[in-house]
């Protein structure tokens, strides 16, 4: 069964970009729907993005506009590309894989397989 793998956290002033990796280890993403998910101490872990094979897309209100999901060609890595970055986007980020309905996508419960998270830190 493909696991997720996380990669790209780090820590960036505001207004500055990142990208995030999250790769199918063992193999490719298949027709799952692949999405990320962010949390921060204390608080539930929220959606964030969702990539359904290769352009079905959602994004949560807070991010639209400034964050971008991709699938690679390959599809072997799915891509979160976050451009004008605020410190309330600080978080550990985690990609998830499922099948969710759409009435799950953006929920925790729709996905079966987590990957251990990267963290994201925006700060001056």
């Known amino acids: 069964q493909v696991q997720p793998v996380e990669s790209g956290g780090g820590l960036v002033q505001p207004g500055e970009s990142l990208r995030l990796s999250c790769s199918a280890s063992?193999?490719?993403?298949?027709?799952?729907?692949v999405a990320w998910f962010r949390q921060v101490p204390g608080k539930e872990r929220e959606f964030v993005s969702s990539i359904r094979w290769f352009s079905i897309t959602r994004y949560a209100d807070s991010v639209k506009g400034r964050i971008s999901i991709s699938r690679d060609k390959d599809n072997r890595a799915i891509y979160l590309q976050m451009n004008s970055l605020k410190p309330e986007d600080t978080a550990a980020y985690y990609c998830a894989v499922g099948r969710p309905i759409s009435s799950t996508i953006s929920t925790v419960g729709g996905y079966n397989y987590w990957g251990q998270g990267t963290q994201v830190t925006v700060s001056s």
């Open positions: 063992g193999g490719t993403f298949g027709t799952d729907t």
